[in-house]
Structures are given as structure tokens and as C-alpha cells.
């Protein structure tokens, strides 16, 4: 049986520790709050029947794969009993523990993993040996290495058992649900290497026991892994699945692709052209690039465990999948026509044969399509047929490869007479002389012969392409590779010494040209040799270095078996790369990063192969065939390559540069910049080898990058990217945190009290408008309630809502807060809030639009935020918009459900809460610009934010009444252009400049740039010429465009009577009226309700009530049909002001008008006009 046997139980290994062993338990046991309690406590010695315990108010079924704790009664002695019982699929089989006395007071916490329910019951007490993992010393936890690079998703389950696990209670003393360390936790879900096990929650051990079942069932908020993406993981049997060791997937692979045609056809060439020295020079630098990339590879491949996909994997997983996703496509594209040019390599030299033996079957190109399109067939096929097959194949195309080299070795040291004249006399000093240094002709210089050489040294990441074949990729791909990179480098040196030490650059092949006499000016080595081979200088001869491109074969032993070492290398880097490319396109689609393609990913069979990438590849590769044109071809995939070289070498720069802790890798000798210089060195080669293939690699990449930022994929990596973005984001704060404010420099940086952020859009999109790219935008939203409830809907809404915000482009910051009230959660928010000069210095609110019908309570609460935000030096401002600006009883489900696309918490679960008196629940976790509606205030106590969490259960939803509709069109206005319109500013009294500032930044955005701002200033009748052109020089002086300045020497009329009638009607109802009560129950009432207005302050602020009043007329006869009109707010002076007069002059002041924001700065300038 594959899998963990012992007496399985849904899957659970159960342990029963020694005879008769009682194991103190400290207090009640805790239930874990998502654990199922199968039969705790109830009937012990009975047992509970499966129905019995299924049926338990709390046990739901698990779904698939939802690795649980489940608390069972144990019995010492009755495994047979626990073995013998029917199981359930779906691990809702409770184990009966028959008539066992010793059952009592003994709990086992394991796992239940429903997924193997059906495995069948084994011996009781039966040793665990089976899926890698195996216990002994009473349940001492080994794991083998096996179980930690075992086949790719078998069915691996640990169990995880402390209360029967005698090891652990050897360790601790005591039964105790907390967890030791272990590998199994640290897996992916969908990890490929066994089960993911859950360590209990911090919250599972450490709340207070539940009274009663929490919305999710589960422990708190948490879920078991997805079972769709759990099953499909796990789908693969272990038994068939073909793993390779270091040997047979990397070295022979990666010697195979490096060692290509070039060996045997082109060496020879290089050799004649640059000289020995200089060729080793060339066969070097190539080394050194590929060898700094191999130690980069090798560096990401042991930084943490690497799946299928090569050079792809390790570089979108280090520098995140913009370059990862450019560099997959290219380098899959690269591996492709790669094929085609292996093929062609190989079909022109079979088609050289036919040709010498007069055998053609067309003409010499179409020759080489047919043998070329009949061979990728035959590639594929072996593809096809598995990864067994391919590495068969391989092993015997080394064999004889090897064999051809072997053969040529042996071959120099036979000089024959009858090659003598074809320029081959074995090893000799004046040859090795005369060949030591270069002879360029035709052309040629040093770099175009390394450009031809370079590609034969490219194939080292032949071995990563398939790390998701390797049985340890972490060890394999640095032995394999580096190994492979000295063997190849090292018989490359050999080969193009011994080759210049053994043949002269130029031969005739005229056995005649033998020198019987010495020849008295005898220069050259084959003179000396007794060859006169001068008349190559005249014509062209056919044999040579220089001449001869199968000196190789001429020199060997048995000619035909270097012929055969062509078609092995060819062939191998063919079927290499034939291999490569689906694996890396495959993966490339798994992770969705081009939509189009993810009907790529589809594997099939035990090894998951991907055969739609197979026939993709051979489509592509029979295209480049059927071209049959290699010399343009060449150059671009060579590009492609160092293309992606540059990049892996760049990765480790970048991570090393991160300084991230995640970036530990196991492989030691690597160094950031040696890193880096690769890097470099791979773009240099690129121009090098060929310049327009190097620019048009660079544009490919380029657009793939930013066509893939552009996408924004949903993925998240932990690339280096992210961590350099945090490093730097940190050293700059750090550093701005040593600089001195400066007027110059001051940003509106605003705490805005929106709530959950969807429920007030308008508050942010018109904040949004004067802060983008500007000043810090933090949006508060305060819990209140009780704290463990709030805590938990905190921390769950927390990424919602900053999701909701990046969605929706605003550069906000979303910052939630529990507290006992509004005020106090508000003066957290205020002093807490921000980072070193990162910190708010403006609160903005929006109206409290229903505070006439509000507890007063709270409108003293709402009043007292402006207090405090003063006392700490903030400025405010107040939002108002006539429609209002809380829209969370409207949001349907439309918006429920993109704001929940990702969040797993959306059930229609809703928990019932008793609030107290003091948190009235339509306020509860609803910030001070909430506007009531009816509809909103739920008996079953709701909450506000409530309509975003639950899910419409009626169908069609009913059409929006008038007001509603309105709301929300205004909601939405500041998303919208504005039009050639005015922004009002009334600029009454000298706050420091905020008032003007917000305006003309404003003015600064596309959607507000058409707005013309008009400035109201107050002044006297017989002084309004001076006083405008004074406010029209200091407006200059600021550098803020205007379109008029208005002063207003009516300020101080008196208002109309019917709106002084209506402002006292307003206030009636929150008047003390103490003159017609007795003192002390005047003075009661006071300190009861202290935000009454008394008839004494009503009488002293006569005038300032009046003139808002007067404002209002004023406001409404000017800057009716303005966009926006920014006017300063009045302040009230603490302790004298109450709270129902100041709300009853804002409210006065701002009705029935367009948005008003209601400014006060801290009186500290925000505007300077010196340089």
C-alpha cells in the first residue's frame, strides 16, 4: 500500500502509546475553535457511534483535503476496534472506543485528512513504514530524504498526533496541543512533495474557549486549503512517476548540449583562423560567461525548492514574473527553433554524404527539409513516448559521442603518409609554432570567430529546463552543471591543441607536392616537413585548418564514427531542446501570466507531460526547417539565450542587492558581483556576436515586460523586486526622517475618516483629486464594538480593503483601528498614524449630515474629533455634499462581489451581537461622516459595513428610490472631467494658506485643469479696490493663477428674517432655556447633556450665528453653480462653543449648496513666495 499505513482511520495514523499510561491534561482541553470535539466528553466508556458523532452540532463534514485536528477518546489496547470500525469517506467515521475503561480523561489531537478516508484499516499498533516517513522510539518523527523529494504529489500523509505521541510527552511533561517543528508545515498547499499540515493557530491556543460556534466553523477565519487546487495535486500516482539523479538528468544533458556540431565541424576552423593561443583564449571567455551563469543558476536553484520550468522558474520567481513571464516566451520560442537548427545541422551533414556518394534525392535544400522534417518527427516520437525514453536516448547518443572524440584522439598519434598531403603529420613542434599565433583572412577578426565559437558553448541550462524531473533539483543542478561546464571546456582546450599541433593551415591534397631535395628559403612548417604546399597562396586549396571543415574525420582513426559524433551531438542538443521547450512553456501557462495561452498548461499522464507544447514546438521547429536558412537564424536564438543568461546572473545581483531574508541559498560560491559582471558580460556578447539580433532582443523583452506590467498578473513570489522596493521605500524614509521640514516642501498629508473606504467614495476620489501624487492619503476606519469580534473582522477586511483601494488607483493607505468610541479610536488614528515625516497633519471628515435626528452623544463625540485634531496642530477639513456621502446601504451585489473576488470569508453567515446602550449598533464600526439612512439600522444588530459582507439573497434587486438614485450619481462626480467651471474659494480668514493651497492643487489634475479659480475675500464698503488689488498681489506672489477676486462688503448685513426664523427653529430643540428652570436643575441638566446651548452663549454669539447665516445667502447668491467652493471653517472656541450651536452654524452655513469643503489650516504657512 502506498501511503501511511498503521490503523488508519480516514487516513489518521494513530499511535497508542504504553499500557496503561495516564497523561496529565492542564485544565479542560482546549478545543481547537475549528476542530471537530468527535465524543469528548461525553459517554467515555459507551463510545459514540460515527452517526452520533457526525451528527454533532459542530462537526461538519470536511471537504477535501481540509487537514484538521480532530480530538478523539482514546482506548489503550482497542486499535483493532478503532481499525475494524466502518469508515466514512469524507472523515466523518468517529472512532467508537468499546467499553475501554482507560478511555477516560485522554484526548488525541491528529489530523483528519478526508482525502485518503478510503485507505484500508491496518493491524493494530502497526509499525508506520510506508510514504517516506517512519516512526520509531515510541513515535519519534524520522523523516526520510525520500519523504522530502518523493514523487511528485503521491498520496504522502504525516500525521501530526501530539497527545498519544509519547516523544512528545517524554519532551514536554505535560499534553500539549502546541506543535514541534516540522517540515510539513512549511509545504505550499499545493505542494508536490506530500501534505501541507496546519500548525495551530496562534488564536487556537491562546483565545478563550468559545461558548459558542464562531460564523466559520472553522478556527478562527482560517480554511482549509482549496480543495480543487488540493485534488488536482494530489491526483498523480507515485508508483510511475520517473525522477532523475544528478548524473543522467544535468550532467549528461548539459555535456550533450554544450558539446554541439561545433566540436567536429567548426573547431578545426576556429584553430586556423585565431591560432592556438588565441583559441583558447576564445574557448575561455565563452567559459567564463557560462560559468559565472552556471554559478548563478546554481545559486537561485538552491535558494528554496524548484519546480518544473528551468530557466523560466528561477528567474520569474526571483525578479518576479514581468521578467520571468518576457524571458519564458523567448526562451521556450529560442528552444524551439533551436531544434530546427540542431536538425538542420544534422540534415546537412547526411545530405554531405549523399552528395559524395552521388545519392541525392531532389536537390541539395530540399534534400535537407525532407531529411530534416522526417527526423524532428522521429524526435518527437521519443518526446512523446516519456521522459524514460528521451533519457535512454540520450545516454546512448553520449556513448557515442564519446566514443567519436575517443576515436579522434586516438587518431593523432597514427600519422599515415596517405594524409600527409591532406596537410595531417601528427604531432609536431613546427606545427604548434606555426599555428600558435592567429592568420585572420577574409575578414575575420577575433570577435567574429568567438561569435561563431560562443554558441557551442551555450546548452549549460540543458539540466535546469527540467528541474521539475529531477529527484533533487537543489543538488543536481550545481553538481551537474559546473561539472559539466569543466568536462566540455576542458575537452574543447584539448581538441583545438592537439588539432593545431597535428595539421597545417592549408594542404593541397596532392600526394605529388612532396619535396625530395631541401629547399633552401623554407619558411613554412609543411616545407620543413617536406610538403610544398605554396600554391595555395595563389588558389584556393580544399584541405587544412583553414580549408577543410571534416579535418576532424580526416584525422581520426575510423572516419564514418566521427560522422555518427555529428549526428549524436546534433541530434542530443535536438531532442534536448525538443524537451526543454514544452516544460518551460508549460509552466510559463500554469501560472497564467499570457490568458491566451493556458490551454498550454494541460499536462498528461503520470509524469505530466505536456503534449500540446510537444506538437507546438514541432510545428515551430518544422517551420524554421522548411526555411533552411541557419545563418540568420543562429545569431538571434544565441541572442536569445545570453538574453536569458544576463538575467538569471542579474537575479542574483538584485536578490543579493534585496538583502532579503528569504534569500539564503545553500550553494555558497557565489558572489553579487561577479553576478553582476556576468550580466554585463552576456549583453556585451549579445552586440558582439551580432548587433541588430542583440537590439532586437532587447525590444522583444522590453515590450514583453511591459506588456506583462501592464497585465498586472495576480500573482505573488516574493520576487527580489518586492524586497528592493521595501528596502528602498525604507532608506528613504529613514532618510527624509533627518530632514528638517521647509514651507517650500509642506503637502497636504491627509487622515480621512471614510470608514470602510467603498462606503464614502466620494470623500476619497475628492481627497484623491488634491493628495495623488502629492501628500499622504491614510483612510481611518474605526472598529467599534466588542473588542474580540471587531478584532476579527479588523484583521479580516484589512486586505480587502487595501485590495479595494490599489483596484480602484487610489494611492491611499488604508488604516483600521479598534476603540471603546469614535473619539478615542480618532485620537489614535491622529497621534499613531503615519511613519517619520510620513505623518497626517490634515483630518478630514465628512459632514455629520443627520445629526439633527442623531443621539447628541454623539455630535458631541463628532465635534470633539475637531477639538483634538486641533490641540494636536492638524488642520481639518469638513466634506459636504447635499446628497451625502454614505452609499453603504446601496452596495449591492455588484460591488459585494468584486470587492470579495479573492476574499474566502464571504458567507452569508451573520453573527449576532448584543451592543450595549453606548455603541448603538448603526454606529458601530461606522466613522464620523456616517449618514444614517433608514434601511440601515437592522434589529438583529448589523452593522453598517454589514451589506458589503452578506450576499443578496433576494433575486433581482428592486429599483433605487429618487434619493438613493442621487446619491449615487453623486457619489461618483469626482470621477468624472469637470469642465470649464469655477472652484469658489472663500478665503475669509488667514489660516496659513490651506485654504488656498487645496484649490490650486486641485487645478493641478487632468480631470480638474479646465477649472478657473475665483477668490471671495471680505472687506469694507469704501476700501474694495484696495483690498482686491492687495489679495491680487499677494495671489501673484504666490504664483496662483486666478480668474477674479471678489470682495464682499455686505458680509456683515444682517441675514433675511425667514432664515434667521429658520435657524432658530432649528436650534429650538437643543436649547437649555435655563431662565425658565430653577439653578440647580439648570445646572444638572448642563452637566448631564453638556451639549445644550444656553440662552447666555446664545445671546454672545449672536453676531457669529448670524453671519453664517448671512454667508449662506451670500454663498448661494455667488457660488451656486461653482463645482467646488472651498471656504474656511469657523472655529469654536473649546468649553465655550457647545457642541449643538457649532453643529447648527456648520450645518447653516453649508446647505443646500454644490460640495463645500469646510477648511481651517493650522495657522502655521503652507504658502511662501520667497525662493
Known amino acids: 500500500r502506498d501511503g501511511a499505513g498503521g490503523a488508519s482511520e480516514a487516513g489518521g495514523a494513530r499511535l497508542v502509546g504504553s499500557e496503561g499510561e495516564r497523561v496529565p491534561v492542564d485544565g479542560p482541553p482546549a478545543a481547537p475553535a475549528g476542530g471537530d470535539w468527535r465524543g469528548a466528553t461525553s459517554a467515555p466508556e459507551a463510545g459514540l457511534s460515527p452517526a452520533a458523532a457526525a451528527g454533532d452540532a459542530l462537526c461538519r463534514p470536511l471537504g477535501p483535503s481540509q487537514s484538521r485536528f480532530q480530538v478523539d477518546l482514546v482506548a489503550e489496547g482497542s486499535g483493532r476496534a478503532a481499525a475494524d470500525e466502518s469508515q466514512k469517506p469524507g472523515g466523518q467515521g468517529g472512532v467508537a472506543a468499546k467499553g475501554s475503561e482507560e478511555a477516560k480523561g485522554r484526548f488525541r489531537v491528529n489530523f483528519v485528512d478526508p482525502s485518503a478516508g478510503d485507505e484500508s484499516p491496518a493491524e493494530p499498533g502497526g509499525g508506520l513504514e510506508g510514504g517516506g516517513v517512519s516512526f520509531q522510539n515510541g513515535g519519534d518523527t524520522v523523516l526520510s530524504e525520500g519523504s522530502l523529494h518523493s514523487g511528485g504529489g503521491g498520496h504522502h500523509h504525516y ?78 500516482d507515485s508508483k510511475g512517476i520517473v525522477k532523475f539523479g544528478w548524473i543522467k538528468g544535468v550532467l549528461v544533458r548539459c555535456m550533450l548540449n554544450i558539446w554541439g556540431v561545433m566540436l567536429f565541424i567548426r573547431l578545426s576552423w576556429i584553430v586556423g583562423q585565431a591560432g592556438i593561443a588565441l583559441s583558447v583564449l576564445v574557448i575561455a571567455m565563452a567559459t567564463v560567461v ?29 525578479l518576479g514574473p514581468e521578467f520571468g513571464g518576457a524571458i519564458g516566451l523567448i526562451f521556450a520560442f529560442a528552444n524551439a527553433v533551436a ?9 546537412e551533414t547526411v545530405v554531405e554524404l549523399l552528395q559524395e556518394n552521388g545519392a541525392l534525392m531532389l536537390d541539395e535544400t530540399n534534400d535537407i527539409r525532407i531529411i530534416g522534417a522526417i527526423t524532428v518527427l522521429v524526435l518527437l516520437g521519443i518526446s512523446v513516448a516519456g521522459m524514460e525514453w528521451e533519457a535512454k536516448a540520450q545516454i546512448v547518443l553520449l556513448v557515442i559521442l564519446l566514443f567519436a572524440i575517443g576515436d579522434f584522439i586516438i587518431g593523432t598519434f597514427i600519422p599515415l603518409d596517405s594524409k600527409k598531403a591532406k596537410g595531417f603529420f601528427g604531432y609536431k613542434a613546427e606545427i604548434f609554432t606555426e599555428n600558435f599565433g592567429p592568420d585572420f583572412r577574409k575578414d575575420e577578426t577575433f570577435f567574429s570567430v568567438f561569435a561563431i565559437f560562443f554558441p557551442a558553448a551555450t546548452g549549460i541550462l540543458a539540466g535546469a529546463n527540467i528541474s521539475g524531473d529531477l529527484a533533487d533539483p537543489q543538488s543536481a543542478i550545481p553538481k551537474g552543471t559546473l561539472l559539466a561546464i569543466l568536462i566540455t571546456t576542458l575537452v574543447y582546450i584539448g581538441i583545438a591543441v592537439s588539432v593545431g599541433a597535428c595539421v597545417v593551415r592549408d594542404a593541397t591534397g596532392n600526394i605529388n607536392n612532396t619535396i625530395i631535395t631541401e629547399l633552401t628559403n623554407c619558411t613554412t612548417a609543411a616545407c620543413k616537413l617536406h610538403f610544398d604546399f605554396s600554391s595555395c597562396q595563389k588558389t584556393t586549396c580544399h584541405y587544412g585548418l583553414m580549408n577543410n571543415f571534416q579535418v576532424m574525420s580526416m584525422v581520426s582513426g575510423f572516419a564514418p564514427l566521427i560522422s555518427a559524433g555529428i549526428f549524436s551531438a546534433t541530434l542530443s542538443s535536438a531532442l534536448a531542446s525538443l524537451v526543454s521547450a514544452p516544460k518551460i512553456f508549460q509552466a510559463l501557462c500554469k501560472d497564467n501570466i499570457y490568458p491566451g495561452l493556458l490551454m498550454f498548461a ?11 507544447g510537444y506538437i507546438l514546438t514541432f510545428l515551430i521547429a518544422l517551420g524554421f526547417i522548411l526555411i533552411a536558412e541557419l545563418n540568420v537564424i543562429a545569431p538571434i536564438i544565441s541572442n536569445f539565450f545570453l538574453a536569458s543568461y544576463a538575467l538569471i546572473n542579474f537575479s542574483v545581483f538584485h536578490a543579493s542587492l534585496a538583502k532579503s531574508p528569504g534569500w539564503r541559498p545553500a550553494f555558497k560560491y557565489y558572489n553579487m558581483w561577479v553576478s553582476l559582471v556576468g550580466a554585463i558580460l552576456c549583453c556585451i556578447v549579445m552586440f558582439v556576436i551580432n548587433w541588430w539580433a542583440a537590439l532586437l532582443t532587447y525590444v522583444i523583452v522590453l515590450g514583453l515586460y511591459i506588456y506583462v506590467t501592464y497585465k498586472k498578473p495576480d500573482v505573488n513570489w516574493g520576487s527580489s523586486t518586492q524586497a528592493l522596493t521595501y528596502l528602498s521605500a525604507l532608506q528613504h524614509s529613514v532618510r527624509l526622517a533627518g530632514v528638517e521640514d521647509h514651507i517650500k516642501n509642506f503637502r497636504p498629508q491627509c487622515l480621512v475618516m471614510t ?20 501628500g499622504l492619503m491614510i483612510c481611518g476606519h474605526i472598529y467599534m464594538g466588542p473588542r474580540r469580534q471587531a478584532i476579527k473582522e479588523l484583521s479580516a477586511d484589512l486586505a480587502r480593503y487595501q485590495r479595494w483601494l490599489i483596484k480602484n488607483k487610489m494611492k491611499a493607505f488604508y488604516a483600521p483601528v479598534h476603540a471603546e468610541d469614535l473619539r478615542d479610536g480618532g485620537q489614535y488614528l491622529m497621534q499613531a498614524a503615519g511613519l517619520g515625516r510620513m505623518r497626517p497633519n490634515t483630518l478630514v471628515v465628512g459632514f455629520k449630515k443627520d445629526w439633527k435626528q442623531a443621539d447628541m452623544r454623539d455630535v458631541e463625540t463628532y465635534i470633539n474629533l475637531f477639538h483634538d485634531a486641533f490641540d494636536i496642530q492638524y488642520g481639518v477639513v469638513v466634506i459636504r455634499l447635499k446628497e451625502g456621502l454614505d452609499i453603504s446601504h446601496l452596495q449591492g451585489q455588484e460591488e459585494l462581489l468584486s470587492s470579495q473576488e479573492k476574499s474566502p470569508s464571504s458567507k452569508d453567515v451573520v453573527v449576532n451581537v448584543d451592543y450595549s446602550k453606548k455603541t448603538d449598533p448603526s454606529k458601530a464600526f461606522s466613522p464620523p461622516s456616517s449618514e444614517k439612512t433608514p434601511g440601515l439600522h437592522k434589529e438583529d444588530g448589523k452593522t453598517p459595513t454589514q451589506p458589503l459582507l452578506k450576499k443578496d439573497s433576494k433575486g433581482p434587486r428592486s429599483p433605487l428610490n429618487l434619493a438613493d438614485q442621487r446619491l449615487l450619481d453623486a457619489s461618483s462626480q469626482f470621477q468624472k472631467k469637470q469642465g470649464k467651471n469655477t472652484i469658489d474659494v472663500w478665503w475669509l480668514f488667514d489660516d496659513g494658506g490651506l485654504t488656498l493651497l487645496i484649490p490650486y492643487l486641485l487645478t493641478t489634475k487632468k480631470k480638474w485643469k479646465d477649472c478657473k479659480i475665483r477668490v471671495f475675500i471680505g472687506g469694507k464698503i469704501n476700501r474694495i479696490d484696495h483690498d482686491r488689488r492687495a489679495m491680487a498681489t499677494l495671489l501673484s506672489k504666490f504664483r496662483i493663477d486666478f480668474s477674479d477676486i471678489m470682495v464682499l462688503g455686505d458680509i456683515n448685513t444682517k441675514p433675511k428674517k425667514e432664515n434667521i426664523a429658520a435657524f432658530e427653529e432649528m436650534v429650538e430643540p437643543f436649547r437649555l432655556h435655563e431662565d425658565d428652570k430653577e ?38 447668491e455667488h457660488s451656486s453653480t461653482a463645482n467646488v467652493i472651498v471656504m474656511s471653517l469657523p472655529v469654536a472656541r473649546k468649553g465655550a462653543v457647545s457642541s449643538a450651536l457649532y453643529m447648527a452654524w456648520l450645518e447653516v452655513l453649508s446647505k443646500d449648496l454644490p460640495p463645500v469643503l469646510l477648511v481651517r489650516g493650522n495657522h502655521q504657512s503652507v504658502l511662501t513666495f520667497y525662493s
Open 159 to 236: 500525521y501530526y498526533d501530539t497527545h498519544t505521541n509519547t516523544y512528545y510527552l517524554r519532551t514536554f511533561g505535560h499534553n500539549t496541543m502546541d506543535a514541534v517543528p516540522r517540515i510539513d508545515h512549511y509545504r505550499h498547499t499545493a505542494a508536490e512533495l506530500g501534505e501541507k499540515l496546519i500548525r495551530p493557530s496562534l488564536a487556537e491556543l491562546h483565545d478563550e474557549l468559545d461558548k459558542e460556534p464562531f460564523e466559520d466553523g472553522y478556527a478562527n477565519g482560517e480554511e482549509g486549503t482549496p480543495p480543487g487546487e488540493a485534488d488536482a495535486t494530489y491526483a498523480a
Open 339 to 347: 531544434v530546427a537548427m540542431y536538425v538542420v545541422g544534422f540534415a
Open 1079 to 1116: 439653578q440647580d436643575i439648570a445646572d444638572k441638566m448642563k452637566e448631564d447633556e453638556p451639549w445644550r446651548i444656553t440662552d447666555n452663549e446664545l445671546e454672545l454669539y449672536k453676531t457669529k450665528s448670524y453671519r453664517q447665516i448671512r454667508l449662506n445667502e451670500l454663498l448661494k
Open 602 to 612: 494541460k499536462g498528461y499522464g503520470k509524469n505530466n507531460e505536456p503534449l500540446r
Open 290 to 318: 557560462t560559468t559565472i551563469t552556471g554559478l548563478s543558476t546554481s545559486a537561485i536553484a538552491t535558494n528554496g525548492f524548484i519546480r518544473g520550468g528551468g530557466a523560466y522558474y528561477l528567474i520569474s520567481r526571483s
Open 755 to 774: 470608514g470602510a473606504p467603498n462606503s464614502r467614495p466620494a470623500l476619497i476620489h475628492l481627497v484623491h483629486a488634491f493628495t495623488k501624487n502629492v
